[in-house]
């Protein structure tokens, strides 16, 4: 997966192939579809979600240029796939998923993996989770509308966002970074999202 998916393609940063080396993905796959875990693609993960394709994991991770001090904000646990490649890569994360079921068991898989600098919280993630902010980076894994302005607030000085925009069918992959200048915006390419649903996002 990492040769043939991420290297093959544009990902670089060693710590990115490295962390996504370690993270055992079909862990966090439906048993039925694990022997498809490592494919180029998105898998169902039941509740009409989906744990994102390995390229856009590593895409999304990798835009955050991480070192390993951040605390860093996820929304959209999901499966908590990328919450664990997160994990790897920056001091704490705080994950918020707005399904129940989802966030039980993507908590329950991170435990299993011995990770203790993940918190996932149930709830709508929109919001952001100010009682731990500011945060050096966020991460929005769901498709947004447009950019859900307490994230923005929650995200410290010099931080960046990472979040997939536009209609519902097709969204560009967005990077804002906070500067002294005000918002700088990079187009990291086209992608395709589950919605994100709440407050600051669709409808439901
Ligand atoms: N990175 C995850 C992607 C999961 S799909 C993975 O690889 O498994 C996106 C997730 O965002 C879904 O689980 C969905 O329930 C969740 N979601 C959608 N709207 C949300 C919101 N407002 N707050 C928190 N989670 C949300």
Same mark, same amino acid.
């Given at each position: 997966m990492v040769q043939d998916q991420l290297q093959s393609r544009d990902i670089k940063d060693p710590r990115v192939l490295q962390a996504m080396a370690r993270v055992?993905?079909?862990?966090?796959?439906p048993e039925e579809l694990r022997d498809r875990a490592y494919e180029d693609r998105p898998l169902p993960i039941g509740q009409d979600q989906t744990i994102s394709q390995p390229y856009m994991v590593a895409l999304m991770v990798e835009a955050m240029?991480?070192? %390993?001090k951040e605390r860093v904000l996820e929304v959209g646990t999901g499966s908590g796939y990328e919450t664990a490649v997160l994990a790897e890569l920056c001091a704490e994360v705080y994950s918020v998923e707005r399904l129940e079921r989802l966030a039980v068991r993507a908590r329950s898989v991170i435990a299993s993996l011995g990770y203790r600098n993940v918190f996932i919280f149930t709830g709508? %993630?929109?919001?952001?989770?100010?009682?731990?902010?500011?945060?050096?980076a966020v991460v929005i894994s769901a498709a947004a509308p447009c950019l859900p302005r307490p994230l923005l607030d929650q995200l410290g000085p010099g931080g960046c966002l990472v979040v997939p925009m536009g209609e519902e069918e097709l969204q560009t992959l967005v990077r804002i970074r906070k500067t002294s200048e005000g918002l700088k915006e990079d187009y990291l390419g086209e992608c395709h999202f589950v919605k994100l649903v709440g407050t600051y996002g669709w409808e439901e």
């Open positions: 055992p993905r079909h862990l966090f796959i240029g991480l070192s %390993g709508d %993630g929109t919001l952001g989770l100010a009682k731990h902010a500011p945060y050096d």
